[in-house]
């Protein structure tokens, strides 16, 4: 498989999974929701394992300006930009008073709030209830330094003990799941970040041995036949944020084969269609991610007026009604109009090179 082809097939993987995030925001049927729950989340960590190089345990600091770069400073630069618009949106009802971010009700911010927030979002905290999702950048950034850290130590002091990798993975992982079953919850996602540390140690893997795992279609039928039984007779809800896993066993084993499922969906779609516009939001899901909510907003609007509700409800959070189809809506606008902002935006940028060139010519 040539570089070209892997990053189209990864990111038809991406644009998948973040269809999938922004569908579940959108509150979409629960038994769709009970199957999706499983990998929509994990398949993030697994991808960000897969890019993992060996070298990083050698030159830790490649792969540290690496995450700083793409994932702390797109953070601090989305949540900076809807911190300036708190109050605006606030006034506007774009929030929600009865939801707590950082352990507070949203309110009004004065002076001292705003200097409170800049603070705490530096230090990778998530203060604005509508961008709330990036907790997941914090936990993707600390799921790397912990492998780095693991890997950097097992290559220093034991000859990269492959084995010895595995066992401090894993008993990272079990730490996260103790406390998750004990309610202890720590702050910037780290408990989710002990836990997910499994699912980049396979994506690292499965980069080792892509060539020889095999991903077919009898593979993808068994892959969805065990999530379908595995929905049917466990009626236990997953939700990696706030740390519902049920027995964890069967959410690691079910998020696996949803993994499995989507390589196999993605591998198929990038060999066979034209998958321009799927790749294209996948390359972009880190913004998808950031506006979603917002556009949830748009759809929102329509609903108060067409359906007369009270126009209070805009506050109403993530959706106002799912219902009757409104899902659909709701996932439409939190994937294309972003994804729209983003196209035009690049040929934007590339319109406004080529005429700087031209005249500099």
């Known amino acids: 498989m040539d570089r070209g082809e892997r990053y189209r097939y990864i990111n038809v993987a991406r644009g998948i999974a973040i269809i999938c ?71 506007l009802h774009l929030y929600s008073k009865n939801i707590p971010i950082t352990g507070d009700d949203v309110r009004y911010y004065a002076p001292i709030d705003f200097v409170y927030a800049v603070a705490d979002i530096l230090t990778f905290g998530c203060t604005q209830q509508i961008i709330w999702g990036f907790w997941f950048l914090q936990s993707l950034f600390t799921v790397a330094m912990m492998f780095l850290f693991i890997s950097w130590l097992t290559a220093k002091k034991f000859g990269s003990n492959e084995g010895l990798r595995a066992i401090m993975v894993l008993a990272t992982c079990f730490a996260g799941v103790v406390l998750a079953k004990y309610g202890v919850s ?53 939700g990696v944020a706030n740390h519902q896993f049920g027995r964890f066993p069967y959410f690691v084993v079910n998020s696996l ?28 899901s880190l913004h998808i991610l950031a506006l979603h909510m917002l556009c949830f907003r748009l759809v929102a609007y329509s609903q108060i007026h067409l359906l007369k509700y009270p126009s209070d409800w805009l506050s109403m959070y993530p959706v106002i009604d799912s219902s009757r189809g409104w899902w659909i809506a709701y996932t ?7 994804a729209l902002l983003c196209y035009v935006s690049r040929h934007g940028r590339e319109a406004l090179v080529k005429t700087l060139s031209w005249k500099k010519f």
């Open 332 to 338: 439409a606008a939190g994937v294309g109009l972003p």
């Open 186 to 238: 720590l702050p910037r996602a780290l408990v989710t970040s002990l836990i997910c540390i499994v699912f980049f140690y396979a994506g690292f893997l499965y980069r080792r041995k892509e060539n020889v795992i095999p991903i077919n279609t009898m593979g993808f039928l068994c892959a969805v036949l065990v999530i379908a039984v595995s929905v049917l007779l466990y009626d236990e809800h997953v």
């Open 21 to 91: 995030v922004v569908a579940g925001h959108a509150q979409f049927p629960e038994y769709m929701w009970r199957v999706v729950s499983f990998f929509h989340v994990p398949i993030f960590f697994f991808l960000s394992g897969y890019f993992y190089k060996e070298s990083y345990a050698h030159e830790p600091l490649i792969l540290i300006r690496k995450r700083l770069r793409s994932l702390y400073l797109p953070f601090i630069g989305y949540q900076l930009f809807f911190l300036l618009f708190h109050n605006v949106f606030f006034r």
């Open 257 to 284: 084969l949803g993994i499995y499922a989507v390589f196999y969906l993605s591998k198929l779609i990038a060999a066979r269609f034209a998958c321009s516009a799927l790749a294209f939001v996948g390359a972009n």
